[in-house]
């Protein structure tokens, strides 16, 4: 290209020969104008529709729930009869147990199995192919069939724990499982085979490779899947119904005794369900709590993916 | 693997050395072991819920037919003498799953569509990530959402008079259920179906633009065709998921038994059928407990069937790209 007197003029030229192009494409038929424009508008309804719902249920929650919030509601028993003392105490602490249940369960049997099935199982032999049909048909049951099989299972039958929190926490480490294998298996897959293959040159045997390279550079995404899986163990209500957390439980609950226990969500269901309106207050009280923690838990797991990912 | 006995080959240097390791590692087996015992875990998982399903569920139809179960219209286990015709509870879940859908498909099409054919990356990232928060919304809140303000606010208001009954005086109803099922499985098919379409090949993009077509067309005629496997397994598995939600239609949709598809009926679905039993006074080892186990083996059914059609698909439409 000429540089000095010459450019003004080419940079003319190529300005021209744009806008004359743009003139020829922009004689578009009129309907098809319209029609495109009606296309996007209705596309932006309609995402725009499910954006208002998510702001009117947030809404809603905040504004109904905002008179009940107060340290009572974290530190008070619930009460049938006393709306304006009633709290969600034993449902905290029976949350809290329960996924440090979930936790201690899901990762050590979720990790395993994830490496197992990336990294010693043959994929091509036929048990193999079981266990992942198994592992996606699982993630997709309803969540109250896991709770029908804590109560055939683990409440009663073979194991008969009886209505314990420990059987929740099982029965909610059973449900989550197939969410943290498939994430496990994605953050370990992530990993560059050069990093085993040279491993394993120097001498080192499978497990040491898995142990020392693979697993520390997979942690960041397995600990995203834990965190996200956990969030959801925390909002389930219909497995809980089934093994027991439907007690009316005033004190603090402990992982095996037999005196019954609570969660969170299932004590909100219990509030909404009465027709009083200070119990629909707690209600959505509860909501907001649940709200905040999950919404919390989820930034995190997204804040540990962005900030300790690895590019290969 | 035994270089002693090779001749022709043997490097100059003195006897070759063996390449495997000297000790038998009985470790590593060991730890082989566990490991595939925690992915066995899985397939005793599912062998567990079938078993923990079938024996009561054989003891329930050594007095109940089959065919009474699945053909009857009647269904009263707390009645004396108790009715077990599953067909009302069955439709309740349907008809709820129905309305759910009604809402959900286009909805979540469009915002699928719109997130990957005309949305900038700066709006996809801010789109998106609000999906996931709808996703992880707990089913109570969605639940107490849907019978404290969708029903009196929305549906009420806005019900023609009094088509099909009215929707006036009524605390429950099937269709305050399915549109809260349908809020929280918009984000599935959205964001399953947007995969699909990105993961059509550019190519077919730039082939379509070239020869003149329009930003929609292009989206309907060429993407949407291209990416429909994809985008039919996702709202075969939100089809699943909302065959299977507990919570919303427990407190949405009422506890009534009822054979009908009218939207402003209260109805029962197959779910709040099995938790407001399990919750309530039925004693081991009764018709009543039984019930509860014959209902869940047949969700289970149902939900099984879903998924595999849907991994089915998946299946299909990624081998054609690949």
């Known amino acids: 290209m000429e540089s000095g007197a010459g450019a003004p003029r080419n940079r003319l030229a190529v300005a021209g020969a744009r806008a004359t192009t743009a003139a020829m494409l922009r004689d578009q038929p009129r309907g098809d104008v319209v029609r495109n424009a009606l296309f996007a508008g209705v596309l932006l309804a309609a995402v725009l529709v499910s954006l208002v719902g998510l702001a009117a249920l947030l809404v809603q929650a905040f504004v109904e729930g905002a008179p009940a919030l107060s340290t009572d509601l974290f530190t008070n028993p619930p009460s049938t009869i006393n709306p304006e003392t009633a709290g969600y105490r034993p449902a905290i602490v029976g949350s809290l147990l329960l996924i440090s249940g979930v936790i201690l369960i899901v990762v050590p049997v979720g990790v395993g199995a994830a490496v197992y099935l990336e990294e010693y199982a043959d994929s091509t032999r036929w048990w193999n192919r079981l266990v992942e049909l198994n592992i996606q048909n699982l993630a997709a049951v309803p969540s109250i069939i896991y709770g029908i099989l804590g109560l055939g299972f683990i409440v009663r039958g073979p194991l008969d724990l009886g209505f314990i929190l420990a059987a929740g926490s099982m029965t909610l480490a059973l449900l989550v499982l197939p969410m943290v294998i498939i994430a496990a298996r994605e953050a370990i897959r992530a990993v560059p085979d050069s990093i085993r293959q040279g491993s394993l040159a120097l001498g080192a045997t499978q497990w040491q490779t898995v142990r020392r390279q693979v697993l520390p550079a997979s942690i960041p995404g397995i600990a995203t899947g834990v965190i996200l899986a956990v969030s959801r163990a925390l909002g389930e209500t219909a497995p809980l119904l089934l093994v027991g957390a439907t007690v009316f439980v005033t004190f603090d609950p402990t992982p095996f005794g037999s005196d019954g226990y609570s969660a969170m969500p299932v004590q909100i269901f219990n509030y909404a369900l009465r027709p009083q309106e200070e119990f629909q207050t707690l209600a959505f009280a509860g909501v907001i709590v649940m709200l905040v923690v999950l919404l919390a838990m989820n930034s995190f797991a997204i804040w540990l993916r962005n900030r300790y990912e690895q590019r290969w | ?322």
């Open chain 2, 1 to 322: 693997m035994s270089p002693e006995t090779t001749s022709a080959t043997e490097p100059a240097g003195g006897p070759p050395r063996r390449l495997q390791a000297q000790s038998k590692r009985y470790g590593e087996r060991a730890i082989q072991g566990s490991l595939a015992f925690c992915a066995v875990l899985s397939v005793l998982t599912t062998t567990a819920i079938v078993v923990s399903l079938l024996i009561p569920t054989l003891e329930f139809f050594d007095t109940v037919t089959v065919r009474e179960f699945l053909t009857g219209t009647d269904w009263s286990p707390q009645f004396e003498p108790a009715q077990f015709g599953v067909l009302p509870i069955v439709v309740g879940t349907l008809s709820v799953a129905l309305w759910g859908m009604l809402f959900a498909i286009p909805m979540g099409l469009g915002a699928a569509v719109f997130l990957s054919e005309y949305a900038s990356p700066r709006v996809r990232k801010a789109v998106k990530p609000v999906l996931e928060v709808l996703a992880g919304i707990p089913t109570v809140a969605i639940g107490i959402f849907a019978v404290s303000f969708i029903l009196p606010e929305v549906i009420v208001p806005l019900w023609p008079g009094d088509f099909l009954g009215g929707a006036s005086g009524k605390p429950f109803m099937a269709l305050a259920a399915g549109l809260g099922i349908g809020l929280m499985i918009v984000p599935i098919i959205a964001s399953l179906s947007d995969d699909a379409m990105r993961a059509v090949p550019r190519g077919l993009h730039e082939g379509a633009y070239a020869l003149g077509a329009t930003r929609a067309k292009v989206a309907t005629r060429v993407i949407f065709p291209a990416a429909l496997s994809g985008i039919v397994a996702s709202i075969v598995l939100a089809i699943s998921r909302a065959v299977g939600e507990t919570m919303i239609v427990v407190l949405a949709a009422g506890s009534n038994p009822n054979l009908t598809f009218n939207p402003v009926e209260s109805i029962q679905a197959m779910t709040s059928y099995i938790a407001t039993t399990a919750t309530g006074d039925v004693a081991t080892g009764t018709n009543d407990y039984k019930s509860i186990f014959a209902v869940g083996a047949l969700l289970f059914v149902m939900t099984l069937v879903m998924n595999l059609i849907s991994i089915r698909l998946v299946r299909r439409y990624r081998e054609v790209y690949e």
